[in-house]
């Protein structure tokens, strides 16, 4: 037996169904060993125990170090995702083969929830070992909570911090409040004191401070790019390929030979049209409607066959998975492909042949799809539309641009027919109890060259992006119930049903606003409490409140329905130059199309499924806390540089809380959340109304919902928080009160004195470690082009993890 063999051999011995412990010798005459493998056999064994795999027992006996774990508790191994608030998830690792032995069910264990002061020292990324206990919840359901116990192998990802050279002392102050204020690193002769530089972990051990090594000097944070790249390293981002999967990208990326278009439906001569952002450069979708002679429509939804040029196996496909998808800053978008594919050969560019997976949908004219066909095809677009064009055609106007002639009225009628056809699927799946969770963007506008903030812009839900989002939401789920009814293994995109306890804290929320709330674990209520919101200041306020009571959408190998969306089947089928799930559908689907491949590509398995499911959901959400870190980083930038201006800009807003420090705000033009200190309150003498909550001064209130004008009073880069003042009112309100008023308490101290609050640090402690990261960052002396303190433009992360 090789040395794997005999690991494996060993367990399933020591922990199969009423196995005892064992002595070598007993161990060896039950695996059948001959005398000369005896002496292999008792290395490994010594280092299983050496690893802590295996425990030496009483009389010599050896046990699996894990057994405990069918009784509810045990140990596990696995990778550790730190949150924003310090708490962790730790995501077993399904080829540990200890793991599997554990007597845990790792079926029913996807995740481990460890508090925020049982984390250690664990960094986010690191593989650790973790005490399990399986709780049962209100709902009685198993909720396993841990405690991280060692760290088995540190993250390869990097700290970023501010460098300073003191006297021969060499440290980084850490961007992320996870870690001590000052983190001591080996002398760089490359780096300045002030300037960000990326850390490599070297030891930290509990009780200990941590020490590191420069790998990288990133710059001085007021030069262009360098608050970006400091996120890239936070987040621990993939920048540039790997010179063997450029290469590899390279050879693959050639002209569609004619053997296998023969193979294909050609779609070549149809009115086929892609419709995106003015800026795409990566078109992965086109459509193709037609109505049908007895009512109803004919849907295509042809997406970019990434599958026929990313192989399972090869060096492109690893990189893919290890990506998990592009991730799209406010300045950049660091891709899943290389460029080659993504904006070359795979995207949809019009007037050029391009290979598609092709799902056919025919749809009645009340919205059922009544069949679904996927074949292979290669189609050449014939127009490429940006959401504003195909919404000047929605309006009642014509489609803007060069198409004259035929091609634009067929253009123009298509796009009207396909608005009919979504609108009826539309109104079909709200019918079924989806939830209209439509939300405004903002997108900070950002100069190419020295990548400042030069403004923002509102991107709107509008009727042309609803259009090409029915259509893409139909195609995914009728891929998705194809696979699970041919029972062919997938990743599917699954939304588990919200936590009532969740739910019920978000009705106190709606319900300060002023609205009726009724029962929120019925989902028909949820969406009347939405209607209720449409169009009102704070519209945007309840939604997010809602998306935050809500559980995380997630990938997984099973089918288990989409919560907000009600669907039974879902999956993405439609993005597979952007998210490596859809490659992995893509490559499942090759087994059923119409014209499948002679040697279709090798799907994986469902275990395979799994793995793959849980690290691209954790890639997905380190890229979501990357690309909303970048983009608060630089609308800080300019409301900063705004508020100093001659003229700064006003903002509409809403009061969304008060308390007696304050009054918290959005600020709706620019979605920013702050604070209102009493001190920026419109003129003197308010009180706080402890029964409204609200502040009062003769006629005048602001309590909940109240509309006001506002401007920016501070900017904190640090904690990445932004400060208003009210500077009006706006008339014509309902401002009668919310409450009695209620005297106020005289306030007691504390016969405890301050109070302690999560992860161990008193709230005297932890303003004093602020104000200890503000003094060292107001140290570091200007340099070069950097005029201004060590801080980046963008500042620090308001991630707070509290251990």
Not at 149 to 158: A, C, G, K, P, Y
Not at 610 to 617: C, D, F, L
Not at 666 to 674: L, N
């Amino acid at each position: 037996m090789n040395e794997e063999q005999l690991k494996k051999g060993i367990l399933e011995l020591l922990a199969k169904p009423g196995a005892r412990p064992l002595t070598k010798s007993e161990m060896a005459r039950a695996l059948g060993l001959a005398p000369k493998e005896r002496a292999h056999f008792r290395r490994v064994l010594d280092a299983m125990v050496a690893d802590g795999v295996l425990n030496p027992g009483k009389k010599a006996r050896i046990e699996v170090a894990n057994s405990e774990g069918r009784g509810g508790k045990g140990r596990l191994i696995g990778r550790i995702r730190v949150f924003p608030k310090g708490h962790a998830t730790v995501y077993p690792d399904l080829n540990d083969l200890a793991n599997d032995l554990s007597g845990f069910d790792l079926e029913s264990i996807r995740r481990i929830y460890v508090p925020n002061n049982r984390t250690g020292t664990a960094m986010d990324g690191d593989t650790v070992e973790v005490s399990v206990e399986l709780k049962r919840g209100r709902d009685g359901e198993v909720d396993p909570q841990g405690a991280v116990t060692q760290i088995v192998e540190r993250t390869d990802r990097l700290v970023v911090g501010v460098y300073f050279n003191r006297n021969g002392f060499t440290y980084i102050q850490p961007d992320a409040e996870a870690l001590p204020a000052t983190l001591e690193v080996e002398p760089c002769a490359e780096a300045e004191t002030g300037q960000k530089v990326a850390v490599k972990l070297i030891e930290w051990r509990k009780g200990e401070d941590p020490r590191g090594r420069v790998e990288e000097v990133i710059g001085w944070p007021d030069s262009p790019g360098v608050d970006i790249m400091s996120v890239v390293h936070k987040y621990g981002l993939q920048t540039d390929f790997p010179p063997e999967v450029l290469a590899e990208a390279e050879a693959v990326a050639v002209p569609v030979p004619g053997k296998e278009k023969e193979r294909r439906e050609d779609w070549t001569d149809r009115l086929v049209i892609t419709i995106d952002p003015f800026d795409a450069k990566d078109h992965d979708d086109a459509i193709w409607v037609s109505p049908r002679p007895g009512g109803g429509w004919t849907l295509a939804v042809h997406i970019a066959d990434v599958s026929h040029y990313v192989k399972p196996g090869t060096r492109l496909d690893k990189e893919a998975l290890k990506r998990g998808n592009s991730t799209y800053l406010v300045d950049r978008v660091l891709p899943m492909l290389p460029e080659v594919l993504s904006n070359g050969i795979c995207s949809l560019r019009p007037d050029e042949e391009r290979l598609t997976k092709c799902a056919i949908l025919e749809i009645e004219a009340n919205g059922l799809v009544r069949k679904s066909t996927f074949v292979d095809a290669f189609i050449n677009s014939q127009a490429k539309l940006s959401y504003e064009q195909a919404q000047a055609v929605l309006d009642g106007g014509s489609v803007p641009g060069r198409f004259k002639g035929q091609l634009k009225k067929d253009l123009e009628a298509m796009i009207r027919e396909a608005w009919k056809m979504a609108s009826v699927l539309r109104q079909r799946r709200f019918k079924r109890g989806a939830l209209d969770m439509e939300m405004d963007e903002i997108k900070v506008l950002v100069d190419e060259s020295s990548k400042d903030a030069t403004g923002y812009a509102k991107v709107e839900h509008c009727e042309s992006h609803q259009l090409i989002e029915e259509c893409m939401l139909a195609a995914n789920e009728a891929v998705a119930k194809v696979l699970r009814d041919r029972n062919k293994p997938a990743i599917y995109r699954v939304h588990d049903d919200p936590d009532p306890e969740k739910l019920m804290e978000y009705g106190e929320l709606a319900r300060v606003h002023g609205y009726q709330v009724g029962d929120l674990t019925n989902r028909a209520h949820v969406q009347k409490l939405l209607d209720q919101a449409k169009g009102t200041p704070e519209e945007h306020n309840i939604k997010l409140g809602l998306l935050r009571s809500l559980k995380r959408a997630e990938y997984s190998e099973e089918p288990l329905g989409h919560y907000g969306l009600a669907k039974a089947d879902y999956a993405h089928f439609t993005s597979p130059i952007r998210r490596y799930a859809d490659l992995v559908v893509h490559r499942a689907l090759q087994h059923l199309l119409k014209n499948r491949p002679a040697k279709p590509d090798r799907s994986l398995t469902q275990q395979q499924c799994k793995e793959a499911a849980i690290h691209i959901s954790e890639t997905e959400r380190n890229s979501s806390f990357a690309e909303q870190e970048t983009k608060t980083l630089k609308l800080l930038e300019w409301l900063e540089r705004t508020r100093q201006s001659e003229s700064p800009p006003l903002f509409e807003g809403v009061v969304t809380e008060v308390r007696s420090m304050g009054t918290f705000v959005e600020a709706t033009d620019i979605m920013q959340k702050g604070l209102v200190k009493v001190a920026d309150l419109p003129g003197r003498g308010w009180r706080f109304n402890g029964g409204g909550p609200s502040f009062v001064k003769a006629d005048k209130h602001v309590q909940s919902g109240v509309q006001v004008k506002l401007k920016v009073a501070k900017v904190d880069f640090i904690e990445q928080r932004v400060d208003f003042a009210i500077v009006e009112i706006v008339p014509g309100q309902d401002l009668s009160p919310l409450g009695e008023e209620t005297p106020r308490k005289s306030k007691k101290k504390s016969r405890r004195g301050s109070q302690q609050t999560g992860g161990g640090k008193t709230k005297s402690q932890r303003t004093a470690r602020k104000a200890s990261r503000r003094k060292v960052a107001e140290k570091a002396p200007p340099k070069g082009k950097a005029k201004s303190k060590p801080k980046a433009k963008g500042g620090k992360s308001t991630r707070k993890r509290k251990r």
